[in-house]
């Protein structure tokens, strides 16, 4: 496995997010100003801020990301460590598989996984499971090459992360680790790694962010080109102050009017979205992980909330990959195990030909997840263990930890080193495997078992219930047909188990297996998991379709779908097999668009597919113009599924069954292989998605407030009545604790009740705007009045109690106070031209005219000092009680507006009081409506085409 990521790399990868690099800049613009231009002692306060503000979200995400890889890693550990047995100079040794060497002979049985690629030496029966390479079912025999046509019957190459199915041998270890072809594949989807797209979200939030920079640039250009036309109006008309150009003054000026544009450029920019989004998603990161979904890349989170389809397996996601007997045939009449009832001597004969007809290596093992054991070998052969173990109980409880169960009594009776026993293994011509023990003197048992059609015809004899044994007539056999078809319907494996009694020993298979007495047949099916059926119900409700892609036959693939309630019926276009989808998309393995899009709208089960083909889907769903653009989930767990998992907008890796390669290629590993884990994370994404838009309402109206004030405080006032540096606390250290609360709600059921988010609508909605707008005109009425209703307009020498002037100075408070009786924080020059009487401004000093100064003492004291219009700018840097109030005032409201936004959005809805009265429910309702009102949530109720969501006017 390659070194983990280091955290200083994972830190520069955050830090390429556009929204931080913009902070950047604006931090180094403000620290420059700050500290070289205006050479304040405190200039380096906003920038230093800015640049704190940045670290913080790039620590926060980065070290998430660290946490989550090294989670994933040790998760894995364990798993990669294998110990094998090799032969090494000449020695057995076991050893771990990590210290495996080119020129190792490794020795294989039935249930090792491979862990080299390697060459088959010497005699084996080994049969190999390559699912996880090719996505084929079918084992594949080792040895030396046959070749039948086209057709490769026998290879002797083995690639690791196969598994033994059957049979013992020995390979030659070629390559081991990152030369192995699963190791290739895995640099491969490194290589890929670098070109991964960013999720939808981030798409959206970058669009978003590039329109508020566009934005914000634009109010600033034009309130500083506002502040410089009244300049050169003022100098036009001679005003205060402008009578003839001053370098200590005006060019001070001017950089006051600049940094009023940065100020708004940077109020504009909404600095706590970064860090509420990353809270957001590694909130819900930790939380999935009890939902068992390990979340490997965070954005994961908000892009599986708006999947409309997720492209699904079968065996081990839609089922329980625990091959199971669920009926039996036996003397024309069909049972399911829990109703089955058979006399002592057959039922004696079927557990006996179920269980001597297996591998010793096959064995079943107390699970530590429920009452059903682990398989540890052949499925096939584990469910008939099961099926023994079952009708040797009567219905009492099984002990997998036990020596008394049934299947091992039998082994104990017939052991594989016993006298007489011999087997005849299984073979892909001749589709069966029969064992020959031995019941007494010169008595001899011959115990066959394989596919149904193919024992059936070797049967001359059949038992019937009571244990007496008849001919096989030819009624009975169309009888055993019918039932082997109805099997197949039901998507059931069927095997025949019968018997053959003789007096010799016979060592010829085509002898042994001759005139055959029929037990009975079993139908052994892949369980669906329990909540698969309501799982995907509840994704039809959340808008989102589910499509089965498997290697299986049709028949199984549609019954199985029928089954999960993906299809409730076979019709024309909703079940296709793998070559038929290929040659009519692909024709020459190029993707024909257009033929595809008649296609995959109706498609909901592909049988007979291959990896290509599960890639090829997702291509063109993801590339398709029809209805709403297309959220594309695809789940994988061998290694020729990693090119999906990548292609997809996210892909979820089994975390039991899937291979590294897959896990490594997927953004979520699904650590129960179950699909309702899937559907957890929809509520999840969902879930984050609503909260980061929540967030982003808040957010964003705070920093509409606060750009019209600073606009219109530098443009009328000439200094904005809220600085940087106290947009930057309330951005950043307030916000922090508003995203807490906004950006960290749990999800609830009511969220897979609406469609998903259309992939191509912007992250703000027209119903956000409007709610954004409203709620700013308030704040903003409010702080206007504050601004230019408040405080009181003193001339330099007169005290406060003589010039209260402002509109609501006279007012009083509690005990006689006045609340509103405090010295004004706008600049002089404003209240002397606005409110003032005329001829408030002191005149220009001149010394041949008594006007301009008076004598105190004998000196000459100018009516104008030299700081006079430096002040009368807004360039005092003493505070006042009427901005700090004004300051309050602003923060206050936007707490408020925390607090409204997290009530009206999370409410009190409890998905369980729905249900209990009418009343609950429509209360339930309302505060659904009011959810979606507010976020601008698609119609809980969709119109669907094939399918497809008819597209609709974003209102």
């Not at 990590?98 to 020129?103: E, K, P, Q, R, S």
């Not at 491969?188 to 981030?202: G, Y």
């Not at 008594?850 to 006079?868: A, D, I, N, Q």
Request: proline share 4%.
């Amino acid at each position: 496995m390659e070194p983990q990521t280091s955290i200083l790399v994972l830190m520069w990868e955050a830090l390429q997010d556009p929204t931080l690099i913009f902070l950047c800049f604006a931090a180094i613009v403000s620290l420059v100003i700050g500290v070289f231009v205006e050479k304040d002692p405190m200039g380096w306060l906003e920038g230093t801020a800015i640049l704190t503000a940045v670290v913080v979200v790039v620590l926060v995400g980065s070290i998430n990301d660290y946490q989550k890889e090294s989670q994933f890693r040790s998760l894995n550990a364990k798993k990669d460590d294998m110990t094998v047995t090799v032969v090494r100079d000449g020695q057995k040794k076991e050893m771990s598989c990590h210290n495996l060497v080119v020129g190792d002979i490794l020795l294989l049985g039935t249930g090792d996984i491979v862990t080299c690629d390697g060459y088959a030496i010497g005699p084996n029966d080994l049969q190999i499971n390559e699912k996880m390479l090719t996505g084929e079912t079918v084992n594949k025999r080792k040895g030396e090459y046959e070749i039948d046509g086209d057709r490769v019957v026998k290879s002797p190459v083995l690639f690791a992360g196969t598994q033994v199915q059957d049979g013992q041998g020995k390979v030659l270890v070629l390559a081991v680790g990152t030369a192995t072809y699963q190791g290739t594949m895995q640099q491969k989807m490194d290589e890929a790694d670098a070109e991964h797209s960013r999720s939808i979200l981030q798409q959206k939030l970058d669009d978003m962010t590039s329109y508020i920079t566009n934005a914000g640039a634009a109010f600033a250009v034009v309130t500083v080109l506002i502040l410089c036309f009244r300049m050169y109006i003022g100098f036009h008309q001679g005003l205060c102050c402008k009578e003839s150009w001053d370098h200590a003054v005006h060019w001070s000026e001017l950089l006051s009017f600049l940094i009023s544009g940065v100020t708004i450029f940077v109020v504009a920019v909404p600095e706590g979205l970064p860090l509420a989004v990353t809270i957001a998603l590694a909130f819900s990161v930790k939380k999935m992980l009890k939902d068992q979904n390990l979340v490997r890349h965070l954005t994961a989170c908000e892009t599986m909330g708006g999947a409309t389809t997720i492209c699904s397996d079968k065996t081990g996601t839609l089922t329980t990959s625990k091959m199971t007997v669920v009926k039996v045939f036996c003397d024309g009449s069909v049972s399911t195990m829990e109703s089955l009832k058979l006399s002592p001597i057959l039922k004696k004969l079927l557990c006996d030909a179920a269980v001597v007809n297996t591998m010793s290596k096959t064995n079943l093992r107390a699970s530590s997840k429920g009452k059903e054991p682990d398989y540890l070998g052949n499925d096939t052969e584990c469910g008939l263990l099961v099926m023994a173990n079952k009708l040797g109980a009567n219905g009492k409880a099984i002990d997998y930890d036990s020596e008394d169960q049934e299947y091992k009594r039998i082994r104990r009776e017939f052991p594989e080193d016993m006298e007489g026993r011999k087997q005849f293994t299984f073979s892909s011509d001749r589709k069966r495997m029969s064992t020959r023990v031995k019941i007494g003197p010169g008595k001899y048992r011959v115990f066959c078992k394989g596919a149904a059609e193919m024992v059936v015809e070797l049967c001359t004899n059949k038992y019937n219930m009571d244990g007496s044994v008849e001919p096989m007539s030819d009624k009975a056999r169309k009888e055993v047909e019918a039932v082997i078809n109805q099997f197949a319907d039901e998507a059931l494996r069927t095997i025949c188990l019968a018997v053959k009694d003789v007096n010799v020993e016979i060592d010829d298979v085509e002898e042994a297996e001759k005139n055959l007495t029929m037990i009975g047949l079993v139908g052994i099916e892949d369980p669906v998991r329990e909540e698969v059926p309501l799982a995907i119900k509840r994704c039809r409700e959340a808008g989102i379709i589910v499509r089965m892609v498997t290697g299986d036959n049709m028949k199984t693939a549609a019954a199985i779908a029928k089954k999960c309630g993906i299809i409730d019926k076979e019709e024309e276009g909703n079940v296709i097999d793998g070559k038929t989808f290929r040659e009519r998309v692909a024709p020459g393995d190029v993707l024909d668009q257009h033929e595809f899009d008649k296609v995959w709208p109706k498609l909901r089960v592909m049988g007979r597919s291959t990896p290509l083909d599960k890639h090829l889907l997702v291509s063109g769903i993801q590339a398709s113009k029809i209805g709403v653009s297309q959220t594309v989930a695809v789940t994988g767990d061998g290694t020729n599924d990693a090119p999906a998992l990548k292609k997809a907008d996210v892909g979820f890796a089994m975390g039991v069954q899937g291979t590294d390669v897959a896990k490594n290629a997927s953004d979520i590993i699904i650590m129960d292989d179950n699909f309702a884990s899937i559907v957890k994370a929809v509520m999840w994404g969902r879930c984050v998605y609503d909260n980061i838009c929540r967030f982003l309402q808040f957010q964003l109206t705070v920093n509409i407030t606060a750009i019209v004030v600073a606009c219109v405080g530098s443009a009328v006032l000439t200094s904005s009545p809220l600085t940087a540096i106290q947009m930057l606390w309330v951005n950043l250290i307030m916000d922090s604790f508003a995203s807490l609360a906004l950006a960290t709600e749990d999800p609830s059921e009511r969220l897979l009740q609406r469609k998903p988010y259309p992939r191509n609508r912007a992250v703000l909605s027209k119903i956000m705007m409007k709610n954004m707008i409203l709620h700013a005109l308030w704040q903003l009425v409010i702080l206007a009045v504050l601004i230019f209703a408040v405080g009181d307009v003193c001339q330099p020498h007169q005290q406060l109690c003589d010039c209260s002037k402002s509109l609501l100075s006279d007012l009083t408070g509690y005990w006689g106070s006045k609340p509103f009786h405090v010295p004004s924080g706008r600049p002089k020059s404003y209240d002397f031209a606005s409110t003032a009487a005329a001829g408030a401004c002191p005149p220009v000093f001149d010394p041949a005219d008594k006007k301009t100064f008076e004598k105190k003492r004998g000196k000459v004291v100018p009516l104008r000092s030299p700081e006079y219009c430096h002040h009368s700018k807004g360039s005092a840097s003493d505070t006042t009680q009427h901005y700090t109030m004004i300051f309050n005032v602003f923060v206050l409201m936007q707490v408020e507006e925390d607090g409204t936004g997290r009530f009206t959005t999370s409410g009190t809805f409890s998905p369980a009081s729905s249900t209990t009265t009418s009343s609950s429910s429509s209360s339930s309702e309302r505060w659904q409506l009011r959810h979606d009102g507010l976020l601008g949530c698609p119609d809980r109720s969709p119109r669907t085409q094939h399918g497809l969501w008819v597209s609709e006017p974003d209102t």
